[in-house]
């Protein structure tokens, strides 16, 4: 089964934007894929972010957006807040069969 | 409001067998995909399963085809997870998610998770 990569950590200021990227082992990542973020903090459950490349949840910050970059998926946070301090995770669909996470990204917001 | 709610987690030695269920309210639970995802101590998420909304496929990651086994009852709105032939590396939080009603679209609604320990 594929590889799913991601960076394993990132460190951002308050109110600055940060880039998370999500690349394949099987090649460039399209919408075909379906990328779908999550957020994870300390001792909860995962928590849906973004699908399909781009679109949110009902429940998502305006703040968090998706997009293809360079052969990837992307999830770009704007105006950093504290509270997103969090390791987020990307999540592809390979073969109409089967999901991949990617190692997840610790995201440090000082 | 949508609810998942996992069970039937605990210590068991390696060789044994459990059976995890997800108890799911607050939607029709037959229209959706269901997925299961675990995560290791300390380590990342992992995809581990998924059974389709009528129970007529099921795909599983590599390392627990031929030991696990997920399965469904509509009429009951749960999901299962037969656990065989475990090991210590399936020591895990196991989570159920729902799967978008078009397959393959997103997992959205996450249950809280059940503590799968493989131990001697």
């Known amino acids: 089964q594929a590889v799913v990569t991601q960076e394993p950590s990132l460190t951002v200021s308050p109110g600055g934007t940060v880039t998370l990227t999500c690349s394949s082992s099987?090649?460039?990542?399209?919408?075909?894929?379906?990328p779908n973020w999550f957020q994870q903090k300390p001792g909860q459950a995962p928590k849906a972010l973004i699908y399909?490349?781009?679109t949110k949840h009902s429940w998502t910050p305006a703040r968090f957006s998706g997009s293809l970059l360079g052969g990837k998926a992307a999830l770009t946070l704007s105006g950093v807040q504290p509270e997103d301090e969090a390791v987020y995770y990307c999540?592809?669909?390979?073969?109409?069969?089967?999901?991949?996470f990617g190692g997840g990204t610790k995201l440090t917001v000082l | 409001q949508v609810q998942l709610v996992e069970s039937g987690g605990g210590v068991v030695q390696p060789g044994e067998s459990l059976r995890l269920s997800c108890a799911a309210s607050?939607?029709?639970?037959?229209?959706?995909?269901m997925n299961w995802v675990r995560q290791a101590p300390g380590k990342g998420l992992e995809w581990v399963a998924v059974?389709?909304?009528?129970?007529?496929?099921?795909y599983y990651t590599d390392s627990v085809k031929g030991r696990f086994t997920v399965s469904r009852d509509n009429s009951k709105n749960t999901l299962y997870l037969q656990m065989n032939s475990l090991r210590a590396e399936d020591t895990a939080v196991y989570y159920c998610?729902?799967?978008?009603?078009?397959?393959?679209?997103?997992?959205?609604?996450w249950g809280q998770g059940t503590v799968v320990n493989v131990s001697s």
């Open positions: 998610a729902r799967e978008g009603q078009v397959v393959g679209s997103y997992l959205d609604y």
């Open positions: 607050g939607f029709t639970f037959s229209r959706y995909g």
């Open positions: 059974i389709w909304y009528d129970g007529s496929n099921k």
């Open positions: 099987t090649g460039a990542v399209t919408s075909g894929y379906y």
């Open positions: 399909s490349t781009n």
């Open positions: 999540l592809l669909y390979y073969s109409a069969a089967y999901w991949v």
